[in-house]
């Protein structure tokens, strides 16, 4: 009986995080056009290039660390307890190219999909622009794309990704592939 009602708190704070991510527009009207390569280094400015620091109202260039690869949910931190999450699967994919994935699956089911672009922001702030989602056979576009903002930490060999929700939930994700 114990195991079960873990088994379903587990789930629960699962998708909770989950739809973190169906949260409404942050009210920024931000476009598609608008979201910068995460990834990209900023080139120098000089006598022969223009100056292309983010302009006012533009997201500001990322630092180096931030994520790339492919990254499991692993465990979820709530107020000093860990769980460790066995039956449900999300996968976060970050490309090169500032794009993302995420899927969630309970035992191999898919129930919950997104992607869009992501951007780092003050080192320590994840945004992610949910550009659509899927829960079960409910496809959604979302023009605005929907922001939805992590305070995130990466680990310096870039393994260990650590994604915290405003209500202070952290999942822990560990690096599968790439980076």
Same mark, same amino acid.
């Given at each position: 009986m114990k195991t079960r009602v873990r088994t379903r708190?587990?789930?629960?704070?699962?998708?909770?995080?989950?739809?973190?991510?169906?949260?409404?527009?942050?009210?920024?009207?931000?476009?598609? $056009?608008?979201?910068?390569?995460? $990834?990209? %280094?900023?080139?120098?400015?000089?006598?022969?290039?223009?100056?292309?620091?983010?302009?006012?109202?533009?997201?500001?260039?990322?630092?180096? %660390?931030?994520?790339?690869?492919?990254?499991?949910?692993?465990?979820?931190?709530?107020?000093?307890?860990?769980?460790?999450?066995?039956?449900?699967?999300?996968v976060i994919r970050f490309s090169p190219d500032g794009s993302y994935d995420r899927s969630s699956s309970k035992e191999g089911t898919p129930y919950h999909n997104d992607w869009g672009h992501y951007r780092v922001e003050d080192d320590d702030k994840l945004i992610l622009s949910i550009e659509m989602s899927k829960q079960k056979l409910d496809n959604k576009v979302h023009n605005p794309p929907l922001e939805k903002t992590h305070k995130f930490t990466l680990s310096p060999d870039g393994q260990e990704l650590q994604l915290t929700t405003d209500d202070g939930k952290t999942a822990v994700f560990r690096r599968t592939e790439g980076g």
């Open positions: 708190i587990i789930f629960l704070l699962a998708m909770l995080l989950v739809a973190s991510c169906k949260a409404t527009s942050s009210g920024t009207n931000a476009k598609p $056009n608008s979201v910068k390569n995460a $990834n990209a %280094s900023a080139p120098q400015a000089g006598a022969n290039q223009p100056d292309t620091s983010p302009q006012p109202g533009e997201p500001p260039l990322a630092s180096s %660390s931030q994520p790339l690869g492919t990254y499991v949910m692993t465990e979820v931190h709530d107020k000093g307890i860990v769980s460790i999450i066995s039956e449900v699967k999300t």
